[in-house]
Nanobody, 126 residues
Framework: VQLQASGGGLVQAGGSLRLSCAAS????????MGWFRQTPGKDRDFVAA????????TYAEFMKARASISRDNAKNGVNLQMNSLTPEDTAVYYC????????????????????WGQGTQVTVSS
């Protein structure tokens, strides 16, 4: 599966961004699509995920009240709407997928994902 992330940029604190991830290739094998974020020198952190049928959505605690993840059937992908952004949200955001052959029922850790997009930079200014 090939993934193309977009939608990052520079926004002021309190603002919003919508990230998108479009999938191509063996999309029939996708079970889950998720978003992670990473800052220099730190581990990649889980942000949100959605099952490919859109039936289940999961959010990290720090994003639960401020984000909404949804399927985008037209783009064969997923959107992540993030609101009330703070400078602490500054990071490179990556989308990733879990395929059916690797799906264990869990999907909040990077090692559970088998395909990754290139990342999109989100910068929140104070």
């Amino acid at each position: 599966v090939q993934l193309q992330a977009s939608g990052g940029g520079l926004v002021q604190a309190g603002g919003s961004l919508r990230l998108s991830c479009a999938a191509s290739g063996r999309t029939s094998s996708i079970v889950v699509m998720g978003w992670f974020r990473q800052t220099p020198g730190k581990d990649r952190d889980f942000v949100a995920a959605i099952t490919w049928d859109g039936g289940r959505k999961t959010y990290a605690e720090f994003m639960k009240a401020r984000a909404s993840i949804s399927r985008d059937n037209a783009k064969n992908g997923v959107n992540l709407q993030m609101n009330s952004l703070t400078p602490e949200d500054t990071a490179v955001y990556y989308c990733a997928t879990v395929s059916e052959q690797y799906y264990s029922g869990e999907y909040s850790h990077p090692y559970e994902y088998d395909d990754w997009g290139q990342g999109t930079q989100v910068t929140v200014s104070s």
